[in-house]
C-alpha cells in the first residue's frame, strides 16, 4: 500500500505553461526527493530535502524549483514548460539513518507539446 | 566520474531457474547497495539494502552479494516465476544516503 502519492499520474501541457507536480507522504519521514526518468534510462536526482526549509539541487540541471513548508508536502514547479521537460518524475522518500530503502511514489508522467 | 553498470539490458530465462544479475561500478566507496524492482509506469520499489562490511543478505527467494573488492554486486532470484518479471535496479550510496545513484537496470523476463 502506498504510503507516498504524486499527482496528477499523467499530464499533458502546452510550452510556456507552469506546472506543479505534487508529493505527499504520510510516514514522517524527513528525507525527501525528486527524481527524473526517461524510458530505459537510470533515475537521475534533481532536487532533495532533508526536512522543512531544507531544499538542495541533485546531479541534474533542472530548470525546476521545490518547496518544503510541511513535513508530508514537497511540491515540484516548472514555470515555464517546455518539451525537453517531457518525462516521468519520481518522488521518494526516506527514513532518517543511511540504511533505509527509498519509499517511491508511482510517479507522474508529463508530456509537454 | 562515477560509474554503475548492470550486466546488461535484457535478461530471459525459464521458470524455475535462478536468474543473476550483476551490478558493477567504479569510481564510487558505497556505504550501501541496494536493490530495487520496476515495473512499467510504475516507482521503483525497494527489496533489498546490503552495508559495505556484509557480504551476502537473503529475503525469502532473493540473494544479495557485495564484493568491494570487486566493486560488483550479484543479485540472485532463486525458483523464479513470471510474476518476477520487471526490471531491476542497482543504487549505492554513502553514509548519509543523500546521493543514491541508479543503474539504468536490467530487464528480467521469466517464461513460463
Known amino acids: 500500500e502506498a504510503d507516498i502519492y504524486q499527482t496528477p499520474r499523467y499530464l499533458v501541457i502546452g510550452t510556456g505553461k507552469k506546472i506543479t507536480l505534487e508529493c505527499s507522504q504520510t510516514m514522517g519521514h524527513d528525507k525527501m526527493y525528486w527524481y527524473q526518468q526517461d524510458p530505459g534510462m537510470e533515475l537521475h536526482l534533481i532536487h532533495y530535502s532533508y526536512g522543512v526549509n531544507s531544499t538542495e539541487k541533485g546531479d541534474l540541471s533542472s530548470e525546476s524549483t521545490v518547496s518544503r513548508i510541511r513535513t508530508e508536502h514537497f511540491p515540484l514547479t516548472l514555470e515555464s514548460a517546455r518539451p525537453s521537460h517531457t518525462s516521468q518524475y519520481l518522488c521518494?522518500?526516506?527514513?532518517?539513518?543511511?540504511?533505509?530503502?527509498?519509499?517511491f511514489g508511482s510517479g507522474t508522467r508529463l508530456t509537454v507539446v | 566520474s562515477q560509474k554503475i553498470e548492470q550486466n546488461s539490458e535484457a535478461l530471459n530465462i525459464q521458470e524455475g531457474k535462478t536468474a543473476t544479475l550483476t551490478c558493477n561500478y567504479t569510481?564510487?566507496?558505497?556505504?550501501?547497495l541496494q536493490w530495487y524492482r520496476q515495473d512499467p509506469g510504475r516507482g521503483p520499489v525497494f527489496l533489498l539494502l546490503i552495508r559495505e562490511n556484509e557480504k551476502e543478505k537473503r529475503k525469502e527467494r532473493l540473494k544479495v552479494t557485495f564484493d568491494t573488492t570487486l566493486k560488483q554486486s550479484l543479485f540472485h532470484i532463486t525458483a523464479s516465476q513470471p510474476a518476477d518479471s520487471a526490471t531491476y535496479l542497482c543504487?549505492?550510496?554513502?553514509?548519509?544516503?543523500?546521493?543514491?545513484?541508479f543503474g539504468a537496470g536490467t530487464r528480467l523476463t521469466v517464461k513460463p
Open positions: 569510481n564510487y566507496s558505497p556505504a550501501y
Open positions: 521518494a522518500s526516506a527514513a532518517p539513518g543511511g540504511d533505509y530503502g527509498y519509499t
Open positions: 543504487a549505492l550510496s554513502r553514509y548519509n544516503n543523500n546521493d543514491m545513484r
